[in-house]
């Protein structure tokens, strides 16, 4: 995770402020199915609540664009 994304999820979960029980959690994953099974065994261990704030960040491989650099 770049320092810049790092930073700016630590403002958000700063700026929720002492009264929310809520936590935030951050899961990364190459697809979107992918982050929501993370959460669901988050919940499902008891490390995280339904309620609490989730931040998924789905990665994509250069390969997997579906625009091309190369000159014709």
């Known amino acids: 995770m ?6 700016r999820l ?5 700026a929720r402020g002492p009264v929310r029980s809520s936590n935030v959690h951050r899961v990364m ?10 959460i ?3 919940v499902a261990c008891g490390r995280a609540l339904e309620s609490d704030f ?6 994509i491989s ?9 000159a014709p």
Do not use: Q, W, Y
């Open 40 to 42: 669901e065994r988050l």
């Open 2 to 7: 770049t320092r810049a994304i790092e930073i």
């Open 29 to 38: 994953g190459d697809s979107e199915s992918e982050c929501e099974a993370m």
């Open 62 to 70: 250069p390969s997997n664009c579906s625009h091309s650099t190369s």
């Open 10 to 14: 630590n403002k958000l979960e700063s």
């Open 54 to 59: 989730f931040i998924a960040r789905v990665i």
